[in-house]
Structures are given as structure tokens and as C-alpha cells.
């Protein structure tokens, strides 16, 4: 199984049955889910693979002839120069939002970085001819969001994609961007600024080989990725017929939470959310009305920033505080036998001699501890660690 920096050339069995014509995206996930790899499938006859998957012989003639081999070695040849990775449906890295949705694609192209923490995301999408109330809602509560620590992911049209990509890098949070053409270029390329801001802080995807241009019938089909990517879907101004809906249906399809933001009643724009609130959508008028209904799942992130953040503290403590810290690992002290213990390691580690301890310098460097939420104070003058 290749790892985050594994070379395309290292998925070569994935981009052979990528490249394959006549091979949907729904068939490959079945294909893969059912065999566990390429190497597997491709290493069956064609009876067989007929026999077993119901495909028809054509098509798995064509699976096991592969593509034009210089078709994929342009393809690995345009990975490489753009500076593309690959994580395929079975890969460690692979995103784990979008691998348990109910239709992943089995491989797909990103450029910038993926973290675990982006997990924790909300997609936010919406029309592309917006009006000022939706660029308000955009600026209120996707730069709240992103600020709280959540991914935004979108799919970087014109509109309300846009603004959502750009309220998340404004709020310094990190974003994910969801394209229907390859990664070679940009689409729409009055975008393509705000792409490379995106790769700088989270990550631009795409499920088509390197030079797809942007055909209108892809967008559709890329918006079940930008639903299984994130914990939810926001929807922002939407006709009753738009990409946006497509993108609600997904998250519904994915078991995912549809939140949407009431608007004018007189206004097209406004027909599609307030349709899908009329459906059991989650009405949304701040930020803190996704964050409460996501809470449950939050809760683990913020355990781990907890934890995060009191690792970095404990690892700058010096000197007599990390004396403490170190003392109280194993369990909780009174602070007469504390600073026993800490009098009794003075010098011992051919230290330099300091003057001995005592219990004002010990009580002052507990509290700075308690003020760095590192230990508590029991009742009976015992001190804990913080956990």
C-alpha cells in the first residue's frame, strides 16, 4: 500500500483502471471494493471477472488491456510536474470522511496537504449569483466556523464557493477545494489565485485524470465528494434547481447533517434552501447553530486540541516547573511530601548546585502551573496533573 509520498509511478495498477474507457466511477469503487485492489482484479481472467461481477466481456477485456501505455505515461508524466499526490480508496491517508461515504472514488488527485484534524469539516455551498445577504451570511458564519476550528470544503466556483474558500483562509483556518476537471489547470481560471491560497492551506481535489477540462456534466458528479468530505453540508442561496442541491442530497445520502439559511421568500435564489428547510434541513442563522448540532462529533476534536496544546506547554516547562510536572506523573502528592521528593532529587543529575527549595518558591510555581491548566489542586493541599 503506497504511502502520502509515494511516487504515481507507485499507482500505476490504480491509474491503469482509471484510464480505462468505459470504466464509471461507480463500477471501480464496486470493482475495488470487492477484490481490495488492482493488482488482485488485474491478475483474473476476463472469464472470471465476468462471472463473478456481471460486467460485460468488453469491458473487462478492456480492464485487463489497460489503457495506451503512452496515455499513462503522460498521465504520471503530468502528475509529476504539477506536483500532484494520489491516495487511493485503500490507503492509510486517504481522507476518512469520504472513505466511509456511500460512493468514494476509489482514487483521487489532490495538491496541498491533508491533515487528520480536516475531518472535522463542513461543506459550504451555494449559487453562484449571490446577492449581498448571501455574501454576508458567507463572511458571518463560514469565517466563525473556520476560525472554531473547522475545515471548510467547497467546490471553487464563482459565487458563494468562492467566498466560502475565502472567509475560511481570511479566518486562517484551513480549506478544501473540490474540482470537476484535472488538476492541470484551474476551472473557472479567474479562480486560479485563489486555488494556489487553497494549496497553501489545505488542499485541492479532483477524481478526473490530469488534463479533464471542466465539462458541465462533471460538476454533478464531483459534488457527492465535496458532501463526503465533510460532517455536514451548509447550504448558501440556492435555486430550487442548482449543484448546491445535488450536494444536499449527497449528505443525505452519506448520513451527514443539511443545514440551511433561511432567505427572502420573493427571491429564486432563496427557493432551494428554504425548500430543503421545509424538508427537515437545519435552520442556520449563526455559526454556533452548526457548531451545537455537530457537538457530539466535535467533541473528539477538541479533546485531542486539548491535548495537543497541553503537550506543547508541558514541553516548554524548564527548570522547576517541570520538576513538578515530571513529580506528579505518577499520581496525585500532598505538597509537604512534594517538595520532600523535589528537595530529595536536587543535585542529583549533576546539576549545578542551586539553593534548596521551599515551600513559598514550591506554592508560586504551582499556581503558575494551575494557570496553565496543567495541575489542579485537590482539597487537603494535594496537587494533581490535569488530565
Aim: glycine share 8%; hydrophobic share 45%.
Amino acid at each position: 500500500m503506497p504511502d502520502i509520498d509515494a511516487p504515481a509511478s507507485a499507482y500505476e495498477p490504480w491509474l491503469r483502471m482509471r484510464l480505462t474507457d468505459g470504466l464509471t466511477h461507480l463500477r471501480l469503487i464496486e470493482l475495488i471494493r470487492a477484490y481490495g485492489s488492482p493488482d488482485v482484479l488485474l491478475g483474473l481472467t476476463v472469464d472470471r471477472i465476468v462471472q463473478e461481477t456481471g460486467i460485460q466481456p468488453t469491458l473487462a477485456e478492456a480492464l485487463l488491456r489497460g489503457p495506451d501505455e503512452d496515455a499513462l505515461k503522460r498521465e504520471i508524466e503530468a502528475i509529476e510536474t504539477h506536483g500532484v499526490r494520489l491516495a487511493a480508496w485503500t490507503d492509510e491517508h486517504y481522507p476518512v470522511n469520504l472513505h466511509d461515504a456511500a460512493n468514494p472514488p476509489a482514487l483521487i488527485y489532490y495538491r496541498g496537504t491533508l491533515e487528520p484534524d480536516d475531518r472535522f469539516a463542513v461543506a459550504v455551498v451555494g449559487t453562484r449569483r449571490y446577492t449581498q445577504y448571501g455574501r454576508l451570511a458567507v463572511e458571518r458564519i463560514v469565517g466563525r466556523l473556520a476560525g472554531a476550528g473547522l475545515n471548510i470544503v467547497s467546490g471553487l466556483a464563482l459565487g458563494i464557493d468562492a467566498l466560502a474558500h475565502d472567509a475560511a483562509l481570511e479566518a486562517g483556518g484551513r480549506t478544501y477545494a473540490v474540482l470537476g476537471n484535472g488538476l492541470s489547470h484551474c476551472f473557472p481560471q479567474q479562480n486560479e489565485a485563489l486555488m494556489l491560497r487553497v494549496i497553501e492551506s489545505g488542499a485541492v481535489f479532483s477524481e478526473y485524470p490530469m488534463d479533464t477540462v471542466g465539462y458541465a456534466g462533471n460538476f454533478p458528479v464531483r459534488n457527492r465528494i465535496i458532501a463526503g468530505l465533510a460532517l455536514g453540508a451548509l447550504i448558501i442561496e440556492a435555486p430550487e434547481k442548482s449543484g448546491a442541491l445535488h450536494t444536499a442530497r449527497h449528505a443525505v445520502e452519506d448520513n451527514r447533517d443539511v443545514f440551511a439559511i433561511p432567505a427572502d421568500i420573493s427571491r429564486r435564489n432563496s427557493l432551494g434552501c428554504n425548500r430543503l428547510l421545509q424538508q427537515g434541513a437545519k435552520l442556520v442563522i449563526e455559526a454556533e447553530d452548526v457548531l451545537s448540532e455537530l457537538a457530539p462529533q466535535l467533541r473528539d476534536y477538541l479533546q485531542q486540541e486539548q491535548r495537543r496544546q497541553a503537550e506543547e506547554t508541558v514541553a516548554a516547562l524548564d527548570g522547576l516547573e517541570a520538576a513538578i510536572h515530571a513529580a506528579l506523573a505518577e499520581e496525585p502528592v500532598h505538597i509537604d511530601a512534594l517538595l520532600q521528593k523535589l528537595q530529595a532529587g536536587d543535585g542529583q543529575s549533576g546539576e549545578t548546585e542551586r539553593p534548596a527549595l521551599n515551600i513559598s518558591q514550591l506554592s508560586a510555581a504551582l499556581f503558575q502551573l494551575e494557570l496553565k491548566d496543567l495541575v489542579r489542586q485537590l482539597p487537603g493541599q494535594i496537587y494533581a496533573l490535569r488530565v
